[in-house]
């Protein structure tokens, strides 16, 4: 029995991940945003080990998360599932930072280095990140027109290459990011072509399967199969940078 804490645990992928791996025997460790949110986890929240509460837009309330995580001991492995898509402007944090970037990339980045470190972890990411730029001189959105699809798929770009780099520098971490796909949920839209067990079943799998294929670490999945990423994301010069960015956009260093 594994012990897993996964963020954005109140719906979609993040909802549906918890499900299946508390329905495996698991000991799960929910997330929601806010007190309101954690409420629709009731039901769930009587079979999990517990439900820990951040906005993860807000760097304070990522560390005191990180805290509450720390709380219920070290976990076996950590699901960073929770992101936003799509915003109209550029929505600043109370650090002034962009809602995408802060969501999608401090988050998991911040709670990377203060979460007692778990033997895997794996990295929601998806296929959109191909698309996006490897320039790093204005991840923060500060001096460029917004645009949020491209900001979405920068963030996906730079959440890829940090679980690549986390795989590089410490590897006694099982560290893996994943495709899920365009699937139906609130993000994706009922529009959605992809299938939505499929879209939560390599996280699951990758977080505690003994099978020989997810015992491997740096790769970037979609259903279960090694997919190629982005050059930047396998390429160290470029993880070293990110890495030196997101220290100084959160005063927090990683390696």
């Known amino acids: ?95 002034g930072h962009s809602r995408t970037l802060a969501v999608n990339v401090l988050a998991p980045y911040i709670l ?20 996006a730029r490897g320039n790093l001189q204005d991840i923060d959105w500060t001096g460029r027109r917004w645009n949020a699809s491209a900001a979405y798929s920068e963030s996906k770009l730079h959440v890829s290459a940090l679980s690549a780099s986390v795989a590089r520098h410490w590897p ?26 499929m879209g939560h079943d390599t996280q699951c799998w990758l977080a505690v399967s003994n099978d020989p294929a997810a015992l491997g670490s740096a790769g970037y999945w979609h259903h279960r199969r090694r997919q190629k990423p982005a050059p930047e994301v396998t390429d160290p010069d470029f993880q070293d940078r990110l890495a030196d960015k997101l220290a100084e956009l959160t005063g927090i260093t990683l390696f």
């Open 1 to 95: 029995m594994a012990r897993i804490f996964i963020t954005g645990s109140t719906d979609g992928l993040g909802l549906a991940t918890a499900r299946t791996l508390l329905k495996d025997g698991h000991q799960v460790l929910l997330h929601a945003r806010t007190r309101e949110r954690a409420a629709v986890l009731a039901e769930l929240a009587a079979q999990a080990a517990g439900v820990v509460i951040g906005d993860l837009s807000s760097a304070a309330e990522t560390r005191d998360l990180a805290e509450q995580v720390n709380g219920h001991g070290r976990m076996d492995a950590v699901i960073h599932n929770a992101g936003v898509y799509l915003s109209p402007g550029r929505v600043a944090t109370p650090e």
């Open 112 to 131: 990377t280095a203060l979460i007692e470190r778990p033997r895997r972890l794996i990295y929601v990411s998806s296929g959109m990140h191909h698309g």
């Open 172 to 197: 006694s971490v099982l560290s893996n990011s994943v495709d899920p796909g365009w699937v139906p949920t609130k993000m994706g839209g009922p529009g959605a072509p992809d299938d939505l067990a």
